[in-house]
Nanobody, 127 residues
Framework: QVQLVESGGGLVQAGGSLRLSCAAS????????MGWFRQAPGKEREFVGV????????RYADSVKGRFTISRDNAKNTMYLQMNSLKPEDTAVYYC????????????????????WGQGTQVTVSS
């Protein structure tokens, strides 16, 4: 019912910036909170951040707070992740996801709080 497509990943040097996009289709984009997760090799998928329905509020994991910014353009059905001051430990596959209907967006930090996922886009940060 919902399709998500991430794009914008690539290779960047430490200290650099990258902007990821998540294009959504299949339902009214503006009715749901949206989140970003990432998964490094051999590690569990972890929460990065989440944005409210309107895009007016965000929450972030401590590891990215102050460096990453989530935004959304509901007219374009697209969410963004602006990543600045990138570190090698940011290397991972990044996924966008939809907050599950009934879950409160600002406490939705676990995999169980999301029900639709994109295919992921690789971000590699070199030293």
């Amino acid at each position: 019912q919902v399709q998500l497509v991430e794009s914008g990943g690539g290779l960047v040097q430490a200290g650099g910036s990258l902007r990821l996009s998540c294009a959504a289709s299949g339902r009214s984009f503006s009715r749901y909170g949206m989140g970003w997760f990432r998964q490094a090799p051999g590690k569990e998928r972890e929460f990065v951040g989440v944005i409210s329905l309107s895009g007016g509020s965000t929450r972030y994991a401590d590891s990215v707070k102050g460096r990453f910014t989530i935004s959304r353009d509901n007219a374009k059905n697209t969410m963004y992740l602006q990543m600045n001051s990138l570190k090698p430990e940011d290397t991972a596959v990044y996924y966008c996801a939809v907050v599950r209907d009934g879950s409160t967006w600002y406490v939705a930090r676990g995999l169980r709080d999301y029900d639709y996922w994109g295919q992921g886009t690789q971000v590699t940060v070199s030293s």
